[in-house]
């Protein structure tokens, strides 16, 4: 299986693709961890939020791997805790199907996005900037990932 982290955003500062990229080598083929970065709608004076994301969302849509099941990244969807993604992953692990996790941009999801995905995952009720969300997401896989195998990484309670 892999995990594609969909996301909108380009040129990342230079700590953001060392963090993920540090977390992203440390996973195992059965449980790589794919970045596809989607170009942010160009801003004008006259550009709306609602038109950036369904733009944005169009391009996210479309850059789904076939077959793969989509989670949306969503600060309304269900907070899980690390032992809940652990079993999260475990689930998605055994069904063998990749995931595509989706990022929106500044102006989030969009409708079409939410309506295709499986499933909704909140990172926390704190709003994040966006580079952030990629290492934070590839932390956590990672972490849950280690939980799982039963390495001592995670240490949590």
Not at 15 to 41: D, H, Q, S
Request: charged share 20%; proline share 4%; aromatic share 6%.
């Amino acid at each position: 299986m892999r995990i594609h982290l969909i996301s909108v955003g380009r040129r990342m500062p230079g700590w953001v693709e060392a963090g993920y990229a540090e977390y992203a080598k440390r996973l195992p083929a059965e449980c790589a961890l794919n970045l596809i970065e989607i170009e942010p709608l160009r801003r004008g004076k006259s550009t709306v939020a609602a038109q950036a994301r369904e733009d944005e969302g169009r391009r996210i849509l479309k850059a789904i791997p076939k077959g793969a099941v989509a989670v949306a990244l969503d600060g309304g969807g269900q907070c899980w805790s690390t032992e809940t993604l652990a079993q999260q992953l475990t689930g998605w692990l055994a069904e063998g199907h990749d995931r595509a996790l989706l990022v929106g941009g500044a102006d989030g999801l969009a409708a079409d996005c939410l309506e295709r995905s499986a499933q909704r995952w909140s990172l926390s009720a704190l709003t994040f900037p966006h580079p952030l969300v990629r290492v934070i997401v590839a932390e956590q896989i990672y972490r849950a990932w280690t939980l799982i195998q039963g390495h001592p990484y995670h240490r949590g309670n």
